[in-house]
């Protein structure tokens, strides 16, 4: 046994119903570490002893701020909705190409729906930015009052797309990394997610008009009933149709042929 674990045994009350000194509490069953820490310090007893009931005092804090931390966020989890996607996106190609649509949630959507919940439970969150050429590194630090955090980083481009000039085009890419770390932060499903071609990807970007056209087309050549092909989908025009499930429709188009 360690000198530092000899003076906790020696520091720490008897068992309950049995007094070790007189004038102290019956019925006493712990001390905290500090508490070891001031009478050991009292005593005179060794620096390096005292060295080391200070190290397992500050690992002793770290874990149980890291309990708490994770104990909030389960929490805060549990009450988290899903973000409403409250912003559309709509350009054309600078290079002639397919015109861009999508929706997404924007960072005041997403703080708006948890920011109420993170302070309830203790949590709140900065962001930390650092720059490289023709790149942007956002740090997502995510923190609990009791001292234990997380830090989430992501690193893009600066996002050209849109016509945008060479502030704008940092400023997007700061802005659209602030979200995506503050969602992996939080371990929000990324079935939320409608931005994809944001990042580069096709992802839920929704129906150009030659594809709308070309699925118009495809329900009249099948006599498929348009009315019932909507309601079946959940949306209301082909325009909300997303790409990713354009393949998909027109299975479910030909499978109807005839049938309206």
Known sequence: ??????????????????????GEPEGRSAVTTMEVISR???????F?????????????????????F????????AEIPPIIKNRHVGFASKNGGAR?????????????????????YGLSYRYETEQAPNAVTVSCI????????????????????????????VGS???????YTLKAALGLSASHDDDGKAAGGEEDAYLSDDQQQDLQDLIIQTGADPV??????????????YVSRLEDVKKIILSKRGRA
């Open 1 to 22: 046994m360690n000198a530092a674990a000899e003076l906790v045994l020696d520091l720490a009350p008897a068992p309950t119903g049995v007094r070790k000194d007189i």
């Open 40 to 46: 050991a310090l009292a005593a005179n007893t060794d």
């Open 48 to 68: 390096n002893v005292v060295a080391r009931l200070m190290e397992l005092h500050e690992r002793w804090e770290a874990t149980q701020a890291r309990k708490a």
């Open 70 to 77: 994770d104990a909030a966020i389960a929490s805060a989890k």
């Open 100 to 120: 861009t649509d999508y929706k997404h949630e924007d960072l005041a959507e997403i703080a708006r729906t948890v920011d109420p919940i993170l302070g309830k």
């Open 142 to 169: 995510l923190a609990h009052r009791d001292g234990h955090f997380t830090r989430t980083s992501l690193t893009a481009g600066h996002d050209n797309s849109g016509n945008k000039n060479s502030i704008q085009a």
């Open 173 to 179: 890419t700061i802005t659209y990394l602030q979200r």
């Open 228 to 241: 019932a092909l909507l309601k079946y989908l959940k949306v209301d025009t082909l325009k909300d149709i």
